[in-house]
């Protein structure tokens, strides 16, 4: 069982623990390393708190819970990866898409860090006490996609792309093949193999498309 979820633990009482004084930022770097090794379900409390180096008390002072630390590391993995606001800036969608992938490739394929990504392989199976965590995952999961969808409307509205362009779908795909490449990853591909992949996906992209250059 998650030992988060245990009285002890979910007591209020946890937060009146002694003041950490501990790096925070070295330690969320531990958790990710934690976590995305052996997921949310298999990192214990005794866990974190052995390879950190702290006690309980000063852990749930510093971060409230393990389900709330496990949120700030996600917020702390994701802030080196594609954000929304970086798709909406990007020259064009297919820019967009195809830095997408770039990025995510970087990620899963990095020497000395873990394969896969911890959001798009993130807690796709899980016991329903974390259904919280699984609905906050698929929702970042799908803030990537929708922002992808709404820079492909736009570039079909601006004449980028052709007018029959299924943005919606378009973005799915591309989604399925960024959570793709993190499965491969996991399965043994390497970096020049999932490069290749993401070329193939990127010739899908509609015919008669236009770049920015070509519409000034």
């Not at 960024?178 to 591909?189: E, N, W």
């Not at 999932?194 to 509609?206: I, V």
Request: glycine content about 6%; some cysteine.
């Amino acid at each position: 069982m998650d030992s988060s979820s245990t009285k002890p633990h979910d007591a209020s009482p946890r937060r009146r623990g002694r003041q950490a004084t501990f790096d925070r930022n070295e330690a969320l770097d531990i958790a990710l390393d934690l976590f995305w090794r052996h997921g949310y379900e298999g990192v214990s409390v005794a866990d974190l708190t052995k390879a950190i180096g702290i006690a309980a008390p000063s852990l749930y002072h510093a971060f409230g819970s393990k389900a709330d630390l496990y949120r700030e590391v996600l917020r702390h993995y994701g802030s080196n990866g594609m954000s929304p606001d970086e798709i909406a800036a990007a020259p064009s969608s297919q820019d967009a898409a195809r830095l997408m992938l770039e990025r995510g490739i970087a990620a899963v394929t990095t020497p000395g860090r873990p394969l896969g990504c911890m959001i798009s392989s993130g807690m796709l199976m899980s016991s329903p006490e974390n259904a919280d965590l699984v609905a906050e995952l698929r929702r970042l999961r799908a803030s990537l996609r929708e922002a992808l969808q709404r820079r492909i409307a736009r570039d079909v509205e601006e004449g980028l792309l052709p007018e029959t362009t299924d943005a919606p779908s378009l973005a799915r795909f591309f989604a399925a093949v960024l959570q793709g490449i993190s499965v491969q990853a996991l399965d043994g591909a390497t970096a020049a193999e999932l490069r290749a992949a993401a070329a193939a996906a990127l010739r899908a992209w509609p015919a008669g498309s236009r770049t920015t250059s070509d519409a000034n």
